[in-house]
């Protein structure tokens, strides 16, 4: 399968640069294929109480900090040093952002670094903060923050799951929502087409190849025996004063 | 004795032998012997096509006897990859896939996502627009809670709450219907607007329903909230401290059961709900029974709310004045030229993003927060990534933690009353 050209200009919602069944075997390709316009400016700190601790306290592991959407603060941190710096921010009580609302990532595409996105909430002080990490795409590695919220178990699952990054640390890090032995990449990164890299006839052909291991983790396999038979008694038949419970076991 | 015999209707066989001993009947006991397990655990497959996991999801319990040691939920069977889907949409046609994530409570979802791709794009949409978007919203927060209320009842073996809560379901479907067409794909949301202003004589309907409501309500109070089967299945089980739901990033009424007062509405208030006159139901225990009891009670708050929506409900247009967001009438576009075209460009070409960014906009969900997460660059007609910050997906990783210790019909009650759908945790 040819994967789609990423810089390719689009025309139009249409496509027009491939032609019929080609078109179809690429599936379509990627939105917006604009040159990257300089980014945004730099926002003023004291705008949020969080930043300006940020920057105070771990002054060489902020990368930047922006204002979005009106009001909507956004820190670019170190990836090497998330998981302390996040810690920081569950624990002081001055942020307290106990509450990991979402772990997503974001494919700019164009060879761009992978985003890991962090939305926090702090109860205390209702507070909102969004924490970035880019990870460059031959080191898709960060920490995970599991142990600092458990809600991160699911979605860091997620995130290696569509993007391909793995967490260093995370319990259980496993594909959640793809099937376990897909084969076909990590289907979120811009570089994936729409209906996968496989044709559709091997995709059926995998479906069909399909067997009991593939629905249970290893760990479930060692629990899980073979069934036993279980005879029932014949209710016609004579009563026999042996017949009854764990005859045949 | 020998004129007449009594009838037996149930508990017979036809075939029933003189003797009373059945032939080879089904309905028949018959002492079963038991596999020796010999101190062994159990593995037990529930799902994924099974009515008590509400949706295609599977659990795999690992049991001790009747007791849940271990349970993996396996997702995925739905999953439709509607992200990836929204990244080859532009902005107004994501709207249809919103609604087919959580097809319980369609409008908040179709709502969230707008309410989303406006903060991203900075516009302000107008009055009537907040209200009407704000009175759909909580008639469908009524709606989802419904269907969990009768769904987790007959878990527990009620049945007859079930009648009741369909029936008020169903007089909402014909609110969805009269307003959008449809019943549950409602998709009526567009980016700047509504697809349609509310129908003439929409509003009586749903004062109408509102009256009446409550009253149905509480006859399901009465059936539930006494009911010893009820408080013995649901008191005391699954229970999760304030703390470790929150460290667990459980949202809406499971967190609040558990008494952090976190909602959206109140904490980081949209559309002015702060002027809204309505309470936050908190529970105690953290078990299924308050579960039960805060979303209970947030069906009455919704009630008071549309009650004061549909009191301030302002005249005026329902789409905001630009032509580069809002479509021409239909009327105009299909008489005059200008308008033809405008509508031409405007849906070939979608509505631009002003500038590059990126935007989370939460709304407090039927089930919790909904998040909606999008990045643009500048000019971009679709999404370069659109994210929904799913409720009962993280609601639902909490199931495990919940179930360990219970019993069997207990891991399928505290599945219930966690509220998932599934459409919106495979995406």
New interface residues.
């Given amino acids: 399968m040819s994967e789609p050209e990423r810089n390719e200009p689009e025309d139009?919602?249409q496509g027009e640069a491939s032609a019929g069944l080609d078109a179809l075997d690429e599936g379509?390709r990627?939105?917006?294929p604009?040159p990257?316009?300089p980014g945004?400016p730099e926002a003023d700190p004291d705008a949020h109480p969080t930043v300006r601790a940020l920057l105070d306290t771990f002054e060489d592991a902020v990368v930047r900090h922006e204002t979005?959407?009106?009001d909507?603060h956004?820190v670019y941190l170190d990836p090497e040093r998330n998981r302390e710096i996040l810690r920081w921010l569950h624990d002081e009580p001055e942020h307290a952002y106990?509450?990991?609302?979402?772990v997503?990532g974001?494919?700019?595409?164009d060879g761009a670094p992978l985003q890991v996105?962090y939305?926090l909430?702090s109860?205390d002080h209702?507070r909102?903060l969004?924490v970035k990490c880019l990870l460059p795409l031959d080191a898709l590695e960060i920490d995970s923050v599991v142990p600092i919220?458990?809600?991160?178990?699911?979605?860091e699952r997620?995130v290696y799951d569509?993007f391909g990054i793995t967490f260093r640390d995370h319990p259980d890090l496993r594909r959640?929502?793809?099937?376990q032995d897909y084969a076909e990449g990590h289907?979120?990164r811009k570089d994936?087409p729409?209906r996968g890299r496989f044709s559709r006839a091997e995709q059926t052909r995998r479906a069909l190849a399909q067997d009991v291991d593939r629905?249970?983790?290893p760990s479930?396999r060692a629990?899980?025996?073979e069934p036993?038979e279980?005879?029932?008694?014949?209710?016609?038949a004579p009563d026999e004063p042996e017949s009854?419970?764990?005859?045949?076991? | 004795m020998a004129e007449k015999t009594v009838e037996y209707a149930v508990g017979r066989h036809p075939e029933m032998g003189v003797d009373g001993r059945a032939a080879a009947s089904p309905l028949q006991p018959f002492d079963v012997p038991e596999p020796s397990l010999g101190g062994d655990h159990m593995l037990v497959n529930i799902g994924p096509q099974h009515p008590a996991t509400h949706g295609v999801l599977r659990l795999v319990a690992e049991l001790d006897g009747e007791t849940v040691v271990n349970v993996t939920p396996h997702i995925g069977f739905l999953h439709s990859s509607f992200e990836k889907l929204g990244e080859f949409r532009t902005w107004n046609q994501v709207v249809p896939l919103t609604d087919r994530m959580d097809y319980l409570a369609p409008l908040i979802y179709n709502c969230a996502y707008v309410m989303g791709v406006e903060k991203l794009m900075g516009i302000e949409v107008t009055e009537r627009c907040k209200v009407v978007r704000l009175i759909l919203m909580e008639m469908d927060r009524i709606f989802g809670h419904l269907l969990w209320l009768g769904t987790t009842a007959i878990d527990v073996g009620a049945f007859t709450p079930f009648l009741y809560t369909f029936q008020e379901r169903e007089r909402i479907y014909k609110l969805h219907e009269a307003l959008t067409g449809a019943r549950i794909t409602t998709s009526a949301t567009r980016v700047g607007g509504m697809m349609a202003d509310l129908p003439e004589g929409w509003t009586d309907s749903l004062l109408e329903f509102l009256d009446t409501f409550p009253e149905t309500l509480e006859e399901v109070h009465r059936l539930l909230t006494n009911n010893g089967i009820h408080i013995g299945r649901t008191q005391g089980v699954g229970v999760i401290s304030g703390e470790e739901a929150l460290n667990h990033g459980l949202t809406g009424p499971n967190l609040r059961a558990s008494g952090v007062e976190y909602d959206v509405r109140k904490d980081q208030p949209y559309y002015d709900y702060e002027t809204y006159d309505f309470e936050v139901p908190v529970g105690t225990w953290g078990d299924c029974y308050d579960r039960y009891l805060v979303r209970m009670e947030e069906m009455n708050q919704s009630v008071q709310i549309l009650r004061q929506a549909l009191d301030r409900l302002p005249d005026g247009p329902i789409n905001v004045d630009d032509p580069s967001i809002s479509l021409p009438s239909k009327t105009d576009a299909m008489n005059d030229m200008e308008s033809m075209i405008h509508h031409f460009k405007l849906i070939t070409d979608g509505i631009p993003a002003p500038e590059a960014g990126d935007c989370y906009f939460p709304v407090e969900g039927s089930k919790g927060e909904l998040g909606m997460y999008l990045v643009a660059r500048k000019g971009s007609t679709k999404p370069v990534r659109w994210r929904i910050r799913p409720p009962s997906f993280v609601n639902l990783s909490v199931l495990p933690k919940l179930a360990q210790g219970h019993m069997v019909s207990d891991l399928i009650m505290i599945n219930a009353s966690l509220d998932i759908v599934l459409g919106e945790i495979d995406r």
Avoid at chain 1, 176 to 179: G, V
Avoid at chain 1, 230 to 236: G, I, K
């Fill in positions: 139009g919602p379509p990627p939105s917006d604009e990257d316009e945004l979005v959407s009106g909507q956004v106990k509450l990991l609302v979402d997503t974001v494919d700019l595409g996105v939305q909430f109860l209702a909102a969004r919220w458990a809600a991160a178990d699911w979605l997620e569509l959640i929502l793809m099937p289907p979120l994936f729409l629905f249970y983790m479930e629990i899980g025996r036993q279980v005879h029932f008694p014949d209710p016609n009854g419970p764990g005859a045949d076991a």
